[in-house]
């Protein structure tokens, strides 16, 4: 596959480079090149040379791949999807997106006025674009820890079996995380508030890079 991470520079986009790196060609997209270069050079160091991962403007990783993440804050959701409108081509795209805010006490899911940001998402690109959302609670810190074996699920939202497969397929291939469906796109909101309700958590209790797994209780 090829996968261009928007905003691939930041802490997310590096979890994902180095995690999906060590299978997939990887272009990290910023919106400035020298960044992009310098945050693949540093994913090569850590996976060697043999991998494929390079560095370069946001439209150009866009125009290149095949599945696009969205690794950027949710407030430049609407302008970094809006300036690289022109660069997709039925590309799948991944929100692992986030519209929160904290309000000096505690971290509360604030949803734009489409329910969520897969769904916001969704209205500005183009119709054969493909929108799945995922790895919202999936910790950045945790995944560029190449070492790191993780124990959380992906809860997986989105509206066509293929790109789901797809996207499963891709939160497999990172050991241990388990892919879970999750409902259509519309059940996005969902998923996204757990990240809020996990960030609270987390701080309450002392947990550091906390994560979320579902459990079956039945006696085996
Ligand atoms: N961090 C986590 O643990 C985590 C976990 C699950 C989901 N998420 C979600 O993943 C997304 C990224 O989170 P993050 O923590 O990786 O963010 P981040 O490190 O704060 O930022 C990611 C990148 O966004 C780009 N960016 C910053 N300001 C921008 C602007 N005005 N216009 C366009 N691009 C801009 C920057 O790339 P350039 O400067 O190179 O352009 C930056 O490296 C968020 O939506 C978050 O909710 C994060």
Redo the contacts with the bound molecule.
Sequence with gaps: MKIALV?????????FAVRLGQKNEIII????VD??RE?AAAVLQLLGEAADVRGTD?AGAVAAADVVV????????V??TADLKDSYKSQLVIS???P?IYNGSFFMYQPPAEGS?ALQARSLLPDDVKVVSA???????A?QDIERVMKADVFICGDDAQAIDIAMELAGEIKSLRPLKAGPLAASSMVESL?PFLLNVARKNKIKDAGIAVVSERKS
């Design positions: 905003g691939g520079t930041g802490d997310i986009g590096t979890g997209g910023s919106r400035n960044k992009a945050s946001n969205l690794c950027v804050p949710y407030e430049h959701l302008s970094v692992p997106v986030v929160m940001a790895f919202h609670t999936i910790c950045a810190s995944l990240t």
